[in-house]
């Protein structure tokens, strides 16, 4: 999700194939060693299959709205939240997500641990209408789907939680054209089909 919103927000000319998880064509095989999407084929030597390398390569082409600020200043606290959000939050978030897996803690427990992290950006967003600044920034492209993911769980949990910065953020970015362009759905991709634009 964050590599497409960041890569429809940058406007580079890219093909968009879609894919299914559980029938990962050969082509994807061939270029993500971790078996795993979004991957993106810059050309025969060169690809990426970590969503925040995508992130980066993308913005650090075409930045219209300068969501790396000064001298990267934005990238740097975006590295910050990322480095908690994709190892701690996210083993949070898959725990609490798919807890039945984990019956070794109920559900709440791993919310719990998860809304450390919430807490975390909700006094950030006291300080800004956005994580980093008073516009978006590379850090809420970043961060939101995985807090999206988190308030997807029990959203009406979500939406009573005592985190009302936070939530107003939410709904800022869920509004987002980037956003809803990303979650649109595409046709499945098949070598020899006609490519589409991102
Ligand atoms: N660390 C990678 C994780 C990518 C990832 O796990 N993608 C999921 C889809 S959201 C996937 O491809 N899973 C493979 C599968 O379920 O077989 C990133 O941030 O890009």
Request: hydrophobic share 40%; no cysteine.
């Amino acid at each position: 999700m964050r590599a497409h919103m960041a890569l429809k927000y940058t406007e580079l000319k890219i093909i968009l194939r879609e894919v299914e998880l559980k029938h990962l064509p050969v082509e994807v095989l061939a270029v993500s060693p971790h078996a795993t999407v979004p991957s993106l084929v810059i050309n025969e030597n060169k690809y990426m299959d970590e969503s925040w390398d995508i992130v980066k390569w993308a913005i650090q082409k075409n930045d219209p709205d300068n969501w790396l600020g000064e001298n990267n200043e934005y990238l740097l606290g975006a590295e910050m939240l990322v480095e908690t959000n994709d190892y701690s939050f996210k083993n949070d978030l898959d725990h609490y997500k798919y807890a039945d897996r984990h019956p070794e803690h109920p559900m709440e427990y791993y919310r719990q641990r998860g809304e450390e992290f919430l807490e975390d950006l909700n006094a950030m967003l006291e300080e800004n209408k956005f994580l980093l600044a008073e516009s978006i920034t590379i850090a809420d492209v970043a961060i939101f789907p995985f807090v999206r993911q988190f308030a997807m769980v029990d959203r009406d949990w979500f939406d009573k939680a005592p985190y009302p910065e936070l939530q107003r953020w939410f709904d800022i970015m869920l509004e987002t054209e980037w956003f809803k362009e990303a979650f649109m759905k595409h046709e499945i991709w098949a070598s020899g089909n006609e490519e589409i634009y991102l």
